[in-house]
């Protein structure tokens, strides 16, 4: 039986169709990349813009009246931020790399059939989820209990195990079958050679997933340092040093109206906007090399129960 040959026509169409499609997608990618991009050009214009005609006029996507008040202001002291970022970049590499490790030997553990107790540690991970001992226990036990006042390790411990992170790996876990570590058994390979050279060469996407979800944590992190942390140390982390420019410059501003003297000069509203470009570089910077393995560790981590 002879196979009918589309005609010409429905093969046009169909061309057509397919790139009318086509342009609608990219036209919509488009449209949607540029309403995202454009906070940010927002937030980078405005940092540099002067502080009178953002009062007057508002933000715009150039900068008007251009300076660099707002950025000297915050590197009154350059000695100070760049201990900061110093201190938090440390933070954040020890905690991020730390939590990676924990959360993802527990999240194997979990979904190993061999382990008779998982589903009870499993509810354990998950009840914390839903009950929290508030801030004055949480306060006693990193005090008092375990004697971190002023050490950094208040910040790094307490951050580096979370219950989503875990669920989110172990999840991720159930896709590399089992059957791969009970070979690895029985050619002689112990449980931590199989866990380092065979299990986390595989799970890539779930490492990039939850390091990711660590290090903007750890970066972000200001309460923590507020709560454990005072005027004796000798650096504080970055979101903390740029938290107390803002409420010191607000203050100041405030302090000057009340007494009836021009605070106008103060660039409080273009520090703000400044803080947040000192703030999120890095980490926009950093993003694009993990996108690729975030996106597929959050699909498959979210999707499989």
């Known amino acids: 039986m002879e196979k009918t040959k589309a005609s010409p026509d429905r093969k046009i169409r169909t061309d057509l169709s397919g790139r009318v499609l086509k342009t609608i997608s990219y036209l919509a990618i488009t449209f949607f990349a540029v309403m995202s991009v454009t906070p940010f050009i927002l937030l980078i214009s405005g940092s540099f813009t002067s502080e009178s005609y953002i009062m007057k006029n508002g933000y715009g996507l150039f900068p008007h009246e251009a300076t660099l ?44 059939p061999d382990f008779a107790y998982r589903n009870i540690v499993s509810f354990y991970i998950y009840f914390t989820t839903l009950f929290s001992g508030g801030i004055v226990a949480y306060y006693i036990a990193i005090v008092k209990w375990m004697g971190l006042k002023n050490s950094y390790l208040a910040i790094i411990l307490p951050m580096m195990v979370t219950s989503w992170n875990v669920i989110l790996m172990k999840n991720f876990m159930k896709e590399i079958p089992h059957e791969i570590s009970e070979s690895a058994m029985v050619d002689g390979a112990g449980n931590l050679r199989i866990f380092f ?34 005027n004796n140390v000798a650096y504080r982390p970055l979101q903390l040093f740029l938290y107390n420019v803002v409420n010191k410059a607000d203050f100041i501003r405030r302090a000057g109206e009340s007494a009836g003297i021009d605070a106008s ?25 993990v996108q690729k393995y975030f996106i597929k560790g959050i699909a498959i981590g979210a999707v499989k129960g």
């Open 69 to 112: 008040d707002a950025y000297k202001l915050l590197f009154q002291n350059p000695d100070t931020i760049i201990g900061s970022y110093i201190v938090t970049i440390l933070l954040t590499a020890a905690g991020t790399a730390g939590g990676l490790i924990i959360t993802a030997m527990t999240g194997y553990a979990l979904q190993r």
């Open 197 to 230: 050279q065979i299990i986390l060469p595989m799970a890539k996407p779930a490492l990039a997933t939850v390091g990711l979800f660590l290090a903007l944590s750890y970066w972000n992190e200001w309460y923590n340092s507020m709560l454990f942390l005072d």
């Open 265 to 289: 000069n103060i660039p409080m509203e273009t520090t703000k906007l400044a803080v947040a470009v000192v703030a999120t570089g890095p980490v926009i910077l950093f993003y694009p090399f």
